[in-house]
């Protein structure tokens, strides 16, 4: 849901519902580095209304345009979060400390329970 000025679409106010600090706190900082955000922040109304209210002002192109773009881009920077931690994880699975600790193989499993 949208609140703001019909005649001026620079700024407005998201509620998101069924939303907390999680998402809230990742799309501010990702409004706060475009440039042409002029203010961002956002204000859980009540600690038991799983509600997030985001206001976004801008330079003078449409709040909801800025909003759906950081959205955008907090989608990227996940998805590039992820395929360096993936990457991460099976450079470590292929290194020589997992075959030495045997991590992985039933081996050790038979032998802890002896």
Do not use: W
């Amino acid at each position: 849901m949208e609140h703001g000025s019909f005649t001026d679409n620079s700024a407005a106010t998201f509620s998101l519902t069924e939303e907390d600090h999680t998402l809230a706190n990742a799309l501010r900082f990702t409004l706060n580095q475009d440039p042409r955000v002029t203010f961002c922040g956002y204000s859980i109304p009540h600690p038991s209304d799983a509600r997030v209210n985001i206001r976004v002002q801008t330079t003078g192109d449409p709040a909801r345009e800025v909003l759906k773009d950081a959205c955008q881009d907090l989608m990227l920077m996940c998805k590039h979060v992820r395929s360096t931690f993936d990457k991460a994880v099976e450079d470590f699975k292929a290194s020589n400390a997992v075959k030495a600790m045997n991590i992985g193989s039933q081996d050790s499993d038979s032998e802890d329970s002896e």
